[in-house]
Structures are given as C-alpha cells and as structure tokens.
C-alpha cells in the first residue's frame, strides 16, 4: 500500500511556479485589449487572461442570430491610433456580430496582443495583501500569479444566469443563452415558436383555432380591433398582421378564439392538463403560481399615449406580487376576489 502511494506522489505533476507581474488584466474583450496595451505601453509586464479561445469578450460569448452593435460602429472603435482606425473599415452602419469579432481579430493581430493573453483560462481568486500591497491571484489551472495591479474588464453580458428556475436540470431540450450561444450551427428546423405551441400546447390543449398564421377560414370570422379616440370613443383599427409572420413573436401576433382562451385556462385550472394531454406538471403550475420577485410589488402602469391608453392599475390601494407568469393579489379585495387569485393580462396580445 505504501509503495503504491509513492508511485502516485512521484506521478503528479509538480505545481506551477508562481509568476510574478506588474499587473493582470481580467478579460480579453475590448476594455481588457486596450487595458493590455496601454500598460505594455508603459514597460510593466502584463498578462491578460480570459476563458473564451480567443479575444472577443462579449462579442466572442454573445453570438445568437441577430446579435450586431446597438451604436454606429464608428463611435465604438479605437481612437489612441489613427492607423488602427483607418485599417478597418465597417461594411454596416450597426455591424452584427461576427464582423465585430473579425474587427477585433484585426485589433489583437495590429498590436501582436495575443502573446500576452492566456486564453482557456478563468480567474478564480484574487486577494489583496495590505502589507505587501500586492495581489495574489489563481487560475483554474493551478497557476498563482503575483502582481502588483489587478484590472478587472469581465464585462457585463457574457455571464448568463444559467440556473433560475426549479427543476432547470431536467429539462429535456437544448437549453441556449444568449451570452453562451454555441460556435457550431444550431438546428431550429420546425422550432419556429407557432411550430412548437402547436405541438407542445395548442393539439394536447385542443386549441384548434390559435394560429399566428391568419388563414382565409380564420379571416372571415375575424373580429376589429378598437382603438380611443382622443374624445373617447372608439374606432377600428383595422389592424391585420403579416401572414405568415417574419417571425413568430412570444409577446403578440396570435390569432385565437373565445373557446381556445377557455381551454387555455382550463389548462391552469386543471394542474397544467388539457384535453388532450398534460402541458405542464403540476409542480411547475405551483412555482408558476406564486410570487417570485420578492418585495417587488405590482404598481400603477402609467399609459405613455393618452390618446390610445390610459393610466392603469387593478385593485388600487391593494398589494399585488408578480409570479412569473402572473399578477397575484395577497390580499382579499373589496370585490370578493380572494388573496392568492392570479390575474393574467394575455388576452389583450391576443386577436379574436
């Protein structure tokens, strides 16, 4: 037993030499290229580190379709180089997101950065010794660096919250995050959201009239849609939505009727089964039920155009919650409605 035990001693591998800097750089994006410029500008010896396999930052983790710059792309490049500006040029007004990871391919590469960033690598700690005043700080592999400066540049968006609801773990899809969005191709053939629905919720619910595809059948038996006039009264809008949709969207768009509205409520009503099949558990409708934003209450939803809505807000002067699909009343109201009843302002996305 002894010699084996001193066989697997002699078989570790020896733990990395500490390394000693002037300063470490958290994040390779674009603060943490530019932060690791800057100092190596100055002569201090500089590491940057970063978990991704290479610069980016946000733009390497958020690459969802669809991801692109939310200002002019010339207002977010370089200015400390007027050569490094003037190498680039955008293609688009508001880039999307791989011609910003290509741009900051350009950058690394324009400033020969990448021999001083250690990618594939996390901070895991980073203490602070007042006496030395210097920092101590570790990977997950292992390595102790010893420096003098710590800046940090995590950014904000790369770091989903990837655990929020009970029972996340057992869920038998493919769950994505914007901020982890995979490198390969995702296959969302016959995943468009009426695709899912009509298979997940509408068939098992027995919602044969819910559609965000406004069909000819459909159409004859539609009903207007009335808006305020400024004295009050009400005309149609005679609104009517792409068919079919570009996209099929999760907050609007869905053509439905009474009836199907009746069977989506059953739905609650009936621990999450329909006519046809079971939706959702039992104990996803209890977490569904209840408050799940603590002391957030429901307030007064003020109407932004008084000419089309007007200032809102159900039970006055009552405490209200927020479920995660739900208006929860905590207290009884005057109108006999009890504490715990639930209120669901859906209808109103909905065309009839």
Known sequence: MMAETATVEAQRSPAPATLTLDAVVTGAGVAGLYELHLLREQGLSVKAFDSASDVGGTWYWNRYPGARFDSEACIY???????????????????????????????????????????????????????????????????TIDAQFLITCCGMLPAPLTHVFPGQDSFEGQPLFTAKWPKEPVDLAGKRLGEVLKTRVFEPLGMEDTTFTLTGALRSRLADVNASKADGSLAPMGLELPSPPEVDMGGHGLYSTVGDDMRFIRMWLNDGAGEHGRVLKSQTVRIAEKNQLGDLKVTMLPGVIPSLSNDAEFFPGLSKSWALTFMVNDEQAPTGRPAGALGWAGRANLFY
């Open 77 to 143: 490049q370089y200015l400390f180089s007027e050569d490094l500006y003037k190498g680039w040029s955008w293609s688009e007004k508001f880039p999307g997101q791989p011609e910003i990871e290509r741009w900051m391919h350009y950058v690394a590469d324009r400033l020969d950065l990448r021999k001083d960033i250690v990618f594939n690598t996390t901070i895991t700690s980073a203490r602070f010794d007042e006496e030395t005043e210097r920092w101590t700080i570790t990977t997950d592999k292992g390595q």
